[in-house]
């Protein structure tokens, strides 16, 4: 390799032969020069010398010529004068030049400037656009009947972008409907089963209050039945005669002893009376946490029992949103 080489001497992608930095195409097989434009940050590995070359802040690479602009410069100054250069040379020098022996140091010269090749030996050829299939399609064809053709087109995309849009408007309508067909039986269902939960905790209740109200009353057929019994167990030994040499009370003493046992029968009814109402409390008490504690499970069910039919309609709604705003 020549050591006048220089950083912005580049090797051609085809032949692998060096070409100076200024030269657009290859001098041997007519290569466009690898930019950016033409083969994207690929054509950097063309470029072997370009690390050695001190590298300023701000400079970048022309995507059209790979040459290298400065953070001051608005364009770059090599496409500039290739443009003012190029439009001195005649259409007929549009050619590779070379020596007679056939080298390329002809392309040396400071005298030629922007030599471009045909079109038809371009070893790389840009991607096709919209544009050139539509000058492929219309070439040779008459102003007129293009235009006529180009609105046939455009009435048919629009009168399919108008069915289209029409059958996918129809098509959420039905769902939409579908959607609120779904809530209002959902929603009956709802009323229907808060109906069912309301006669089944009256039922419970009025059943619990029975139950409450017949215990009520064995307690007190209970005590009743106590007290009768004491009574009489009493009123047996109150009436039963002793001789007095036994030393047995007299009838003196038999009536202070019933009127003390009438005081401690009044002080047992009291006291049992005083515990069966204790008991009765108690009963009251935990019938009536049993009863909230129920009322609060089936408050949590119908709660959960609404969130699950609340989750697929919201689902459905935001998808629908997604497809509107799509």
Request: hydrophobic share 35%.
């Amino acid at each position: 390799m020549p050591r006048s080489w220089k950083s912005s001497d580049w090797v051609c992608p085809g032949c692998r032969n060096w070409n100076l930095g200024k030269n657009m195409m290859c001098a041997t097989c007519n290569h466009p020069k690898p930019t950016i434009n033409t083969m994207g940050e690929r054509a950097h590995d063309f470029y072997p010398l370009a690390s050695q070359k001190m590298f300023c802040n701000g400079q970048k690479n022309c995507p059209e010529c790979h040459a290298i602009v400065h953070q001051s410069h608005s364009e770059c100054l090599a496409c500039r004068d290739r443009k003012k250069n190029a439009a001195t040379i005649q259409a007929h020098q549009a050619c590779v030049v070379t020596t007679a022996t056939g080298s390329k140091d002809a392309m040396r010269s400071d005298r030629l400037y922007a030599l471009k090749a045909p079109d038809e030996v371009l070893a790389l050829e840009g991607p096709r656009t919209a544009v050139d299939e539509l000058v492929d399609k219309y070439r040779g064809v008459d102003a007129l009947a293009i235009i006529d053709d180009l609105e046939k087109v455009k009435a048919g995309k629009e009168a399919m972008d108008s069915m289209e849009e029409q059958r996918r408007i129809a098509e959420e309508e039905a769902k939409e409907k579908e959607r609120e067909r779904e809530r209002e039986r959902k929603r009956k269902e709802a009323e229907e089963q808060a109906k069912k939960d309301l006669v089944t905790a009256q039922r419970q209740a009025a059943a619990i209050e029975a139950e409450r109200k017949r215990k009520r009353e064995a307690a007190q057929d209970l005590i009743a039945s106590m007290l009768d019994a004491e009574a009489e167990a009493e009123a047996e030994t109150a009436g039963t005669p002793e001789a007095p040499s036994l030393g047995v009370p007299g009838p003196d003493a038999a009536g202070a002893g019933a009127g003390a046992g009438g005081d401690a029968r009044l002080e047992r009814k009291a006291r049992l009376l005083k515990q069966a109402e204790e008991l009765r409390q108690k009963q009251e008490q935990m019938k009536q946490k049993q009863v909230e504690e129920e009322a609060e499970r089936r408050q949590r069910m119908r709660e959960r029992r609404a969130a699950r039919q609340a989750r697929p309609a919201a689902e459905t709604a935001g998808a629908a949103e997604a497809v509107v705003l799509d």
